[in-house]
């Protein structure tokens, strides 16, 4: 088991794409380039792990470490978040416009885009955090009060991260 000590520290990273550069021969352009600022991120605190599983609703982990991590891409952004906690990620662009049927079904209604877009994010990042991707069911989805929750909210983009441990801190590393 590899064992790395974060503390109580929590470290996000969001890259703008076209500084990722990327040899890829499949179909997974985005999954490669969030591994490639996932390594970066891990290469800062000197921590070498390649072996990436994914679970049976698509949660990838590491193999036999207690370090925890979750990516998330947009159209032009790859956001990644690691820890010794459980942790979930999601990023939109503010140009992404959620439907009215999406908002009827999945966000109880809610009015403007602005708003819609933050709680679509905030509700995928929980999820993300649980390990149940998209299978949750987003209408009746309730946060669990012993998580904690940080909103980055930029000129283009809105980020939301969920981490289990309620007193975490939020750091931002900047490659």
């Given at each position: 088991m590899f064992n790395y000590n974060f503390g109580d520290n929590l470290y996000y990273?969001?890259?703008n794409k076209s500084d990722i550069h990327v040899y890829n021969t499949s179909n997974r352009?985005?999954?490669?380039?969030?591994?490639?600022?996932?390594?970066?991120?891990?290469?800062h605190f000197n921590v070498d792990i390649d072996?990436?599983?994914?679970?049976d609703n698509g949660k990838p982990y590491f193999k036999k470490s207690n370090i925890f991590?979750?990516?998330?891409?947009?159209?032009?952004?790859?956001a990644c978040v690691i820890s010794n906690y459980e942790v979930g990620i999601d990023?939109?662009?503010?140009?992404?416009?959620?439907?009215?049927?999406?908002?009827?079904?999945?966000?109880?209604?809610?009015?403007?885009?602005?708003?819609?877009l933050i709680q679509w994010i905030k509700k995928e990042s929980y999820s993300k955090l649980k390990g149940l991707g998209?299978?949750?069911?987003?209408?009746?989805?309730?946060?669990?009060?012993?998580?904690?929750?940080?909103?980055?909210?930029?000129?283009?983009?809105?980020?939301?991260?969920?981490?289990?441990?309620d007193n975490?801190?939020?750091n931002n590393l900047k490659f």
């Open positions: 990273s969001i890259v352009i985005e999954t490669d380039q969030a591994r490639v600022v996932l390594n970066d991120m891990l290469n072996e990436i599983i994914i679970d991590f979750n990516y998330s891409h947009s159209k032009n952004y790859i990023i939109e662009e503010k140009t992404r416009n959620i439907s009215d049927d999406i908002s009827k079904k999945y966000l109880n209604g809610v009015e403007g885009n602005n708003d819609k998209l299978q949750i069911g987003f209408s009746n989805l309730k946060y669990d009060c012993n998580c904690k929750n940080i909103l980055i909210n930029e000129d283009e983009f809105i980020c939301s991260i969920f981490c289990s441990y975490i801190k939020f």
